[in-house]
């Protein structure tokens, strides 16, 4: 006797139609969780590491200023001198009114330029500031 | 007359194939061009500034006032006594907990002063010691009072937590340097 193959009927195609919705719903997922990167960091630090810190939720809020190895400043996208922070950040604060300053400040670097940042903050009336640290596990 | 014959169109699709391509594209630019890292650290507020002329010398009773000095040879004194920088937090836990209960103006102030050439990373880490500090007394009032850990709490128990237990920390006014 002679069997014979069954062969299915049905068309044997995945469909694709589909996947570019797929794909636009991961791409707006990754648009609305994520924030553009919006400078280019030109100093040198290595952040300090603590164990009881806090998240910031709200990123919009963040002004940066880094404080790298050399301990030349940086605030926005260029270097800058101490006595421009102050006027800087009284033009961020204007814009911004509960602004959240990080300061990611490298770990070697001593307190006197940390102190100085600061009394400009605190002269500029903003005086929300955040220590950026890594979690020491 | 000449009859235009109507061509027949044949089936009018777009090719949607390489559609998902593009849109991985798409994709792959998001990804690289953002930010996902959450920021973490150390929040504070800072003092208002105010002119030195203005300063008023607001008198705070020894009981209240842990004050942790910093200096340039990475020493930590803590109301006067060298201590070691990981036994900060276990000493402020007992002070701030003798406090809970009292009113608002008798909690402890915890005044952090530094010298210009202290280390940045002591004087974090020594900073790091006193908010482990609090948190954890939050952490226990939370579980005595309420029986829950503190991140279950509801909006208006956080708010009793946080009144209770404020945490303030005061950094020193700079000294002026004479040069």
Known sequence: MKFQKKRATAKQEIPTS???????MLLLFFMVTTTLREVDVLVQFTLPKAKAIEKIENKRLISYIWVGRDERIQLNDNIIQLNAVQELMYKKRVELPNVIVSLRVDKNSSMGIVTDIQQALRKADARRINYSTYLRE | MVKIKKRKL???EIPTSSMAD????LLLFFLV???IDVDTGIGLTLPEYVPIEEQQFVPLSKDRLAALLINENGDVLLNSEIIAIPQIANRLTE???SKIGLPSNKKLVVSVKTDRKTNYNLYIQSL???KSAYFSVRENYARVKFGKDIDKLTEEELSTVRDEIPIIISIAEPEQVNN
Do not use: C, N
């Not at chain 2, 593009?22 to 594209?25: E, G, K, M, N, P």
């Open chain 2, 10 to 12: 044949g089936g009018a």
């Open chain 2, 95 to 97: 002070r701030i907990e």
């Open chain 2, 22 to 25: 593009i849109a991985f594209l």
């Open chain 2, 33 to 35: 061009s953002t930010v």
């Open chain 2, 128 to 130: 790091d010691q006193v």
């Open chain 1, 18 to 24: 589909s996947l570019p919705d797929i794909i636009f």
